[in-house]
């Protein structure tokens, strides 16, 4: 990601009008499928509606997608106008939309999968310039506290009556019973199935199995879909059938695998071979991999307990030309500090034609910057650091190159075109141009190979341990077939850590770790208080299920896109005090070190938080007031297996709007971990007796002795961290 504004990060003076035909979209249910996006644009795991009573033993997929008409009306004539969003990744040469006879209104009509879209006009004028204007017809997303964008809500032809549970009309279209393995859960006694519906639609919803009835609880609810969840008891050794009964109104309809009626054939589970993801205590608010129970996680076995720490040498002001050999005598006491993989940001030759020299504008894959050093020094650095036994990983930019690299005069076919056949821009960043790699049945094989061979050539020839991909998920234009084809290829020099700058699921398993991108903006609602503690849960819940077993989100409150972004003000994010010592961050940086997933400490953060460049001199960071509080909080990563393979689950508490507390279990080994996020001092009593029992206070450095449902007394912004010592 870019040193600079995103693509939809600013807010934008309306200098034309648009609005979308028939109060925001027109629908036809009967269009075309958009195929190739439709499961990771529902965010449902890719299962498919069930259509209404179709013939038995058979499940009939509803259409998924309807017709959504675009008009968007200028002020005066435009180049051309472009509709972008979430639909079509950001493109701004996907969606061009047509211009009327009056010069000034443009249309567009796209058959767009179901969802929940955000999206913006790009309009582009005649001196050659764009502004990306949203849509003043359409409501903005007041979930997102960093972009301004238009929400469009693409629903099915029966969502056109309004929903109500007393009606007798039920949405046949978006019924579905949830059958993944992710979504199906068992705890040695009882089975735990889902069903998808209406919000708002069903008075009652009861599930039958075996000549009982369980009814079913509403657990969640977004703008599409409610789902519906009930447990009903199986010894595994014969199979399970089962069905929904529904009641909207005085209509009561069974719903199983031959769809809607009063009589449906069943859906069943068949015990040889089951294998639960989920092993879950349904009275838990909120649980993940499963009580007393280890979850593997992605990657290699030297990077599973590791912390990572991000460095961007153009912020140290060592002397040109010697930052890489200056940055080696930092190694030690990043080791000291407990750090375990160090990401080092682009090191190539950058390219400054039509920019100003990004460090994602790479200017030679195979190259470093002679500004910070040499090829013979890094190889050195990444020598020194395998000596005290760190990791390195490099940052790469597969997606665009700088426009004065030189694959742009070899190798002109390994870049988009635009309709006059000039190579693209890539996004809305003019310093890069577009690489294109191709599309299923017409891959770019040559532009693949050089990728590969630049890569593996600083894993074999320089030790490189793995690699943090830029735009690299479907924001970008790297498919995720390249990434399949190459992690192989790397692993067969030595095993990697590949880390993706992206939150989409379509990365995994070719990367080990993706961006969290939604807990964030969340634990900053928190701390303004514009949302409760709890809401927490609403994030976990929202990774939990969309992405595989095993996949690590990396955890953090800083980074190099949003500390470039001056006083903490960008995007309507609130200021975290750091005036007063630890403050806000402490809590937030517990949370990113023992949640499941993997701390980022970006540099300088062990100076004084947030807004301070990292010091020359290696050793000052030793005497940083901060310094205790990171090494305590790497070293309690590093060592409690529970924290990185073990379950999760949420304690409640009587303060759950200011208190979050859970537990992360590996076998016997446990951690409770109680966050105050709130500046008033709270008495929380926490709702489990199961807490009981001798810990070590983490922090505090002492042993203590919690009763069932213990009452822990935390300061404005303290935390608590309890490691089981049963075992001794």
Known sequence: MKLRDKKNGARIPLLAMATLAGAGCSQSPDSPAASAQAASQRGDGGLQPVADAPAAGKTTAEPTTGTNSFVFKADKPLKSVSVVGTFNG???????????????????????????????????KADGSEEWVVDPSAPLDETDKVNDNSVLLVTPADYKIPASPNDGKTASSVLLALTGARDIGYDGEKVILSLRARPGDLRQVTLKSSGARYPMKLVRRDDLYAYYKAAAPWNRKQDLTYNFELADGKNVKEYGAGGLGLKSQPFKIAAKGFQPYLLTDAPEPLRMNGPLTTQKVFGPSWAKNQPIYEVNLDVYKFPKGTAIREFEKHLPTLKKMGIGIVWFMPLHPRGYKKGFGSPYAVRDYADINPDLGTKAEF????????ELGLHVLMDWVPN?????????????EFYVKDAKGEISQASVWPDVAQLDYGSTGKWNQPLWNQMRDDMTMWVRDYGVDGFRCDVAGSNGKVPAEFWQWLRPQLNAIKPVFMLAEADNVEVFPAFDMAYSWVLPPVM????????????IDDALRQEAAKFPAGAVQMRFVDNHDWHAHADWDWGKRPAIDTKNGLAQVAPLMVLCATLPGKPLIYNGQEMSFLKVDPPAQAEARTQSPVWPFYSALTELYRSQPAIVEGSFAKIASDHDDKIYAFTRQRGQDRVLVVVNLSDQSQVATLKSVALSGNYRDWFGKSDVKLSAAPAVKLAPWAYRVYVSRAKE
């Open 379 to 386: 190889k050195n650095l990444v020598g020194r650091a395998h």
């Open 400 to 412: 665009h190159t700088s426009w004065d690299n030189a694959l742009i005069e070899a190798h002109p």
């Open 90 to 124: 950001w493109d701004k040469t996907a969606n061009p939309m047509k211009v009327d006879g009056d010069g000034v209104t443009w249309r567009l009509t796209l058959p767009l999968t179901y969802g929940k879209y955000v999206y913006k006009f790009a309009q582009f």
């Open 524 to 535: 900053w609602d928190i701390c303004a208080g514009r949302k409760p503690a709890s809401a």
